[in-house]
């Protein structure tokens, strides 16, 4: 059990593959997307993992977390059970100063979307701004995955 303190950005272009050390696939859906709590089943290459998330703080930027790494295959069957629209993307690890950014770079109904999210210590700790990061957008629900699995990129206007 954990506080996530985390902050969420657009990105411009793709010059951030260029220097990313690592890159994983991920699948994953959502058992409950409730606004106060969610319970999401990721796969990563070939990890599973269920995540508990609570609501965020006023700024977006802190929520309390729990995750716990099951068997792949189990997680497999518990997509299964998930709400529609499972979310499809590639996630990349780049390294900026003391900080690793987390890309993602959406598929299917998510295709185009590109956020970077960035995990810190305190919710006023600076960090270096790659040329790549775009728009802030940390604390706007419809860029949090469980609303991309509701309502997806492709049919924003």
């Known amino acids: 059990m954990s506080l996530e303190i985390e902050r969420k950005f657009l990105v411009k272009n793709?010059?951030?593959k260029k220097v990313a050390f690592q890159q994983k696939i991920l699948q994953q859906g959502y058992?409950?997307?409730?606004?106060?709590?969610?319970v999401r089943i990721r796969i990563a290459d070939n990890q599973g993992f269920i995540t508990i998330k609570g609501v965020s703080n006023t700024s977006g930027t802190t929520r309390f977390e729990w995750?716990?790494?099951?068997?792949?295959?189990e997680a497999?069957?518990?997509l299964t059970l998930c709400e529609p629209n499972i979310i499809e993307k590639t996630r990349f690890l780049v390294k900026k100063?003391?900080?690793?950014f987390e890309i993602d770079e959406f598929f299917g109904?998510?295709?185009?979307?590109?956020?970077a999210?960035?995990?810190?210590?305190?919710?006023n700790e600076?960090?270096?701004?790659?040329?790549?990061?775009?728009?802030?957008?940390t604390g706007n629900s419809k860029y949090y995955n469980a609303s991309l699995s509701k309502l997806p990129f492709s049919s924003w206007k």
């Not at 995750?67 to 295959?73: G, N, P, R, S």
């Not at 109904?109 to 956020?115: C, T, V």
């Open 14 to 16: 793709d010059d951030f």
């Open 31 to 38: 058992l409950n997307s409730d606004k106060h709590r969610t």
């Open 67 to 73: 995750e716990k790494e099951i068997d792949v295959q």
């Open 76 to 78: 497999k069957q518990l």
């Open 97 to 100: 100063g003391i900080h690793i």
């Open 109 to 115: 109904a998510n295709k185009g979307l590109l956020i």
């Open 117 to 123: 999210e960035i995990e810190l210590n305190s919710e």
């Open 126 to 137: 600076t960090f270096e701004k790659p040329s790549w990061l775009g728009e802030e957008v």
